[in-house]
């Protein structure tokens, strides 16, 4: 049984221009100890999943209009505010995007731990204190006693981010949302952060949720991958099969943007266009404006989801329904 099942998600957000849906069929699941990836541009639709699976789209004038979040066989569009109260920070936390404004300035790290600890558990303040402590602990954060007792002015962008993380693990979750965790970091902290989440995936055997924009993330951490494009799943599958043979053209188009050694000078790619808003997707495949396969046929039908002969789901009209390639994808 997966720990988190996504089904055919479709959110929606009243506006005052009206309403607006920057998601609309979002599938795909997680089990416990397995490391997630959802990437994609800017606008893609990442963060909104994750507020959707933390329950938070009512606090955003959101909802979800269709679809499923099932959370060990819970399903979460069910229960009340109150039961996601209890759920969310205990069962499921969210790391969130920046770890810079994601600590109060005016309170020590430590009281910020404990607070979410005493929340969730029935526990005394001592013994808050004790698991907070082992949990910085091991996450290798050095002197743990007295940066339990520091603001956050006083530590460093891996430290808070390690304080962040603290919080999101000291109750013990099953699922751990980490919404593009590393951005403000510089490499070799992020390196070591990407390392961390590793470990404590398999230590704790929690399913992790890695929402970045960035593939050398996902492919040093993640063990599937979902591409997301103008709110649409548009490939998904083993990160290996997906980095080594990417079937969509999006996909195709996002690796050929990473730098490589070695390459001639202006040889680097970039995708033509911009990510439609939410108010002008395009009708048919919404990567149509900026795809180079696109045909009239692309402009007017929405393509299905078809599985392809290397374990991946790729949502893409030069699929055949058996799942052969009606031709060649570019290099």
Do not use: W
């Amino acid at each position: 049984m997966s720990l988190l099942t996504v089904e055919n998600l479709q959110v929606s957000f009243k506006t005052r221009d009206g309403v607006v849906e920057p998601l609309s069929g979002i599938s795909f699941d997680i089990d416990p100890g397995e490391i997630v990836g959802l990437v994609g541009e800017t606008g893609s639709g990442k963060s909104v999943t994750a507020q959707a699976i933390m329950g938070l789209l009512p606090f955003l004038n959101g909802q979800v209009s269709g679809g499923k979040i099932l959370f060990n066989d819970q399903d979460l569009l069910a229960i009340s505010e109150k039961q996601y109260q209890q759920l969310r920070g205990n069962q499921i936390s969210l790391i969130s995007q920046n770890p810079m404004t994601s600590l109060d300035p005016v309170y020590r790290v430590g009281d910020q731990i404990v607070e979410g600890l005493k929340l969730h558990l029935t526990i005394t303040r001592a013994h808050a204190q004790k698991r907070a402590v082992d949990v910085m602990t091991s996450l290798g954060i050095p002197n743990a006693e007295k940066v339990f007792n520091q603001y956050p002015h006083q530590l460093s962008g891996g430290l808070k981010q390690r304080i962040v993380i603290a919080m999101g693990l000291c109750a013990d979750p099953k699922l751990l949302i980490a919404d593009e965790p590393t951005t403000a970091l510089d490499v070799t902290v992020q390196a070591q952060i990407i390392e961390l989440f590793k470990q404590t995936t398999q230590k704790h055997n929690i399913g992790l949720i890695m929402i970045t924009h960035d593939l050398g993330i996902i492919s040093h951490l993640c063990d599937r991958v979902v591409v997301l494009y103008a709110g649409n799943v548009v490939e998904t599958g083993p990160v290996t099969s997906v980095f080594t043979e990417p079937q969509h053209p999006y996909t195709q188009a996002l690796l050929d943007c990473i730098p490589k050694l070695g390459m001639a000078d202006r040889s680097l790619h970039a995708i033509p266009g911009n990510v439609p808003s939410v108010r002008t997707f395009p009708d048919g495949c919404r990567y149509h404006p900026r795809c180079p396969l696109a045909t009239p046929y692309c402009r007017v039908n929405p393509p299905d989801t078809i599985q392809t002969r290397n374990n991946t789901r790729v949502k893409c009209h030069q699929f055949s329904p058996n799942g052969e390639q009606r031709h060649e994808p570019p290099c």
